[in-house]
């Protein structure tokens, strides 16, 4: 049974809810309070407060996951089914987004001046190899007459399901050691 609901209704019982106990008004305090200390750091920029405020929310989360315990753990269970899911069984539709995705950081990449020359080169490098394969794909699928409007296609060929999952792999990669760089630059940057 769908129950389909206006937002003044949907907004009505959030807000009933987010204050009917004790508890939940707790956490919204408290959710308040760390909002209130980061909007008011923005103009005075103390860098106790970029310290404390990231350990306190990552605290206030670890908090709420032990008291959801079960729940937290069936999460993150799921959250790795669904990227182990999608590497074995990934998607041309998703293949296709993150050729975009790549597309978009990579033009971003070339007109950005505030990165280093290797920064851009690896990102180049990356987006090289993708590139490389989704042209491989490409060929390989025009030359051979191969339809890719069904999911179910790319099972069928393996040499289409490489090509797919080295690209997801190597996309992956690439995002994670993007993140890398990004969070080592931000400590180093305000640590330092």
Wanted: glycine residues 2%; charged residues 15%; positive net charge.
């Amino acid at each position: 049974m769908y129950i389909d609901l206006s937002l003044f209704e949907k907004l009505k019982i959030v807000f009933k809810y987010l204050f009917s106990s004790f508890m939940s008004i707790e956490l919204s305090l408290i959710v308040l309070v760390i909002f209130l200390f980061l909007f008011f750091n923005i103009k005075r920029n103390k860098k106790i407060v970029n310290i404390v405020a990231p350990i306190i929310i990552l605290l206030f989360l670890a908090f709420m996951a032990m008291g959801f315990h079960n729940y937290s753990v069936g999460a993150f269970q799921r959250f790795i089914e669904m990227i182990i899911d999608y590497y074995y069984f990934p998607s041309m539709a998703l293949y296709f987004i993150m050729m975009f995705i790549t597309t978009i950081l990579l033009i971003y990449f070339m007109y950005s001046d505030k990165y280093s020359i290797k920064f851009k080169i690896l990102n180049y490098v990356f987006c090289f190899l993708l590139f490389s394969l989704f042209v491989g794909l490409s060929s390989y699928v025009i030359s051979n007459k191969i339809k890719l409007s069904f999911d179910y296609a790319i099972y069928k060929n393996s040499i289409i399901l490489s090509f797919v999952q080295i690209s997801n792999l190597l996309f992956w990669i690439w995002i994670v050691v993007l993140a890398f760089i990004k969070l080592y630059s931000y400590f180093r940057k305000k640590f330092d």
